[in-house]
C-alpha cells in the first residue's frame, strides 16, 4: 500500500506582516493546499459562516475538545475567547495526501512543534521595523492603544524567528509567495 500521507507546515508571523494576503496568494497558485479553520468560542460576527471561517463553539465543547486532545495548539486570545487548531480535520487532510496549511500565532507554533516536530515551521517577517509600523498603523483596523499592544507582541514574535526552520522576508507578496510556494514543494 502506498504511502500518500500529506504534509503540514506551519505559517507565523507578527501582526500586519502580510501572513493573510500572501497566503491567499500561495492558495491560488497552489494545488492539493488545505487550510485549517479554527474552533473559537466567541460568537460569529456578521457574515460569518460556522466551518468556513471557524468551527465557532461553546466553552463547554471547547474544553471537551482539550480535554480529549482533540486540538493541536490553542490559546485564550485577548484575555476573552479562545482559538484553537482542532486535530482531527489536519489529520483527515493529512492521510487525504494534502499540504496542510495552519497559520497559527507564536505559542500556537511552539505547542505544535512539540506534538509534531517534524512538521516544518515558516517564519513570515516584515522588511524592517518601521516598514511593520508602517503596515500596522496604515491599515487603520485598530486604534492606537490597540496597535501599541500588537508591536509589542510583535517584538517577542521578532525575536522568536530563529525557532523556526526557514524566515520568509514580505518585501513583496510575489516575492513571500514564490518562495512559500518554493518550501512547499510547488512551485513552478
Request: hydrophobic fraction near 40%; charged fraction near 30%; aromatic fraction near 6%.
Amino acid at each position: 500500500m502506498a504511502n500518500n500521507q500529506g504534509s503540514v507546515f506551519v505559517v507565523c508571523g507578527p501582526t500586519a506582516v502580510g501572513k493573510g494576503t500572501v497566503l491567499k496568494e500561495v492558495f491560488r497558485r497552489g494545488t492539493n493546499l488545505w487550510y485549517s479553520v479554527s474552533a473559537t468560542t466567541r460568537p460569529a460576527r456578521p457574515g460569518e459562516i460556522d466551518g468556513r471561517d471557524y468551527f465557532f463553539v461553546s466553552n463547554e465543547e471547547f474544553d471537551a475538545l482539550v480535554a480529549a486532545g482533540d486540538m493541536l495548539e490553542w490559546a485564550v486570545v485577548h484575555k476573552v475567547h479562545r482559538y484553537g487548531t482542532p486535530r482531527k480535520p489536519v489529520e483527515r487532510a493529512m492521510e487525504a495526501g494534502k499540504t496542510v496549511i495552519l497559520e497559527v500565532d507564536l505559542d500556537g507554533a511552539r505547542q505544535i512543534r512539540k506534538t509534531m516536530p517534524e512538521v516544518k515551521q515558516i517564519f513570515i517577517a516584515p522588511p524592517s521595523w518601521e516598514e511593520l509600523k508602517a503596515r500596522l498603523i496604515g491599515r487603520a483596523t485598530e486604534c492606537a492603544e490597540e496597535q501599541a499592544r500588537r508591536l509589542e507582541t510583535a517584538k517577542t514574535e521578532l525575536d522568536a524567528q530563529g525557532e523556526f526552520d526557514v524566515v520568509v522576508v514580505n518585501d513583496s507578496v510575489a516575492d513571500a509567495t514564490e518562495q512559500i510556494l518554493h518550501i512547499l514543494g510547488i512551485s513552478e
